[in-house]
């Protein structure tokens, strides 16, 4: 898995978060703590969850006090249980107060992501098919999510427009047909770029394997279609499910033989899970 880098992308998202927090100062904070006092504090799991954005936590707290000790029991990817310290910290009192609530959006959202990827991922159990994300994420927060996704046992599908090549339906409607935008993609790109088409019904499959294509997505289709469509395919490309998925329908999707499942839910239907800060 690759890890989390905090980008200047990611840097900027977090001090905004700050900016937008803080504005011209803690008014309440700045009131009744004196600048010199200083605490420890403790990070603790509310529920059974995976945990994801350790280094983006830490980053906020280290904006408003940079000697500030952030020390973690766990690692991005553990599983705690109701109970549990996630985090310890010690450093300036006012810093703590400051930061808490920014640092806890950050930590209960990645971390709600996490968690429910990796209770989609448990219900493929020992399958060959993968559970990748999509584009459904938070403005802005991409890059964390995407990440929080990886930690939490599945893999990214492309991380925006600029990095994969998905002929969708209204591509398709622009260009009059699938093979007329399968030729133009590999008129302008290098053969070495992998060409995915959505399909909504088995004529598109067809004509998607026709064309060339690398990846058929196989748009809002029941397990009986899908199977029909794999054994169509037979191993000429891959096969992706995607549309309509959920935790109650993915172990059948994924008996149908196909390669990869998206799931837009994984980012755009996390729930925050709980997690507090208590000064000791």
């Not at 703590?96 to 930590?107: D, P, S, V």
């Not at 098919?129 to 893999?155: C, I, M, N, S």
């Not at 088409?197 to 009986?224: S, T």
């Not at 469509?229 to 149908?256: D, K, P, Q, W």
Request: net charge negative; charged share 20%; with cysteine.
């Amino acid at each position: 898995m690759r890890g989390l880098t905090m980008t200047a992308a990611v840097r900027r998202l977090v001090d905004l978060a700050l900016e937008e927090d803080i504005g011209s100062g803690d008014i309440t904070t700045d009131a009744l703590v004196p600048p010199e006092a200083r605490a420890a504090a403790t990070i603790i799991a509310k529920e059974p969850l995976v945990v994801a954005g350790l280094d983006v936590a830490r980053y906020v707290f280290r904006q408003l006090d940079p000697a500030i000790r952030f020390d973690s029991p766990t690692a991005d990817g553990t599983a705690v249980e109701k109970g549990q310290v996630v985090v310890q910290l010690q450093g300036q009192l006012a810093a703590l107060l400051t930061a808490e609530r920014t640092a806890l959006n950050f930590l209960q959202r990645l971390s709600g992501i996490a968690t429910q990827t990796r209770a989609y991922t448990a219900l493929l159990g020992d399958s060959s098919t993968r559970l990748v994300d999509t584009r459904k994420t938070t403005p802005g927060w991409r890059v964390l999510e995407k990440y929080a996704v990886r930690v939490g046992g599945a893999a990214n599908h492309r991380m925006g427009l600029f990095d994969g090549v998905l002929i969708k339906d209204n591509h398709i409607a622009a260009c009059g047909g699938i093979a007329t935008a399968v030729q133009r993609i590999r008129a302008a790109h290098s053969h070495l770029s992998k060409i995915e088409v959505e399909a909504a019904n088995l004529d598109e499959v067809r004509q998607a394997l026709d064309a060339g294509a690398d990846v058929i997505m196989l748009d809002n289709m029941g397990p009986p279609a899908i199977r029909e469509a794999t054994a169509l395919i037979a191993g000429r490309a891959l096969v992706e499910v995607s549309g309509g998925v959920t935790a109650e329908n993915l172990r059948a999707l994924a008996a149908a033989g196909v390669d990869l499942i998206s799931v837009g839910a994984l980012t755009h239907s996390a729930r925050a899970v709980d997690l507090s800060m208590n000064i000791e």
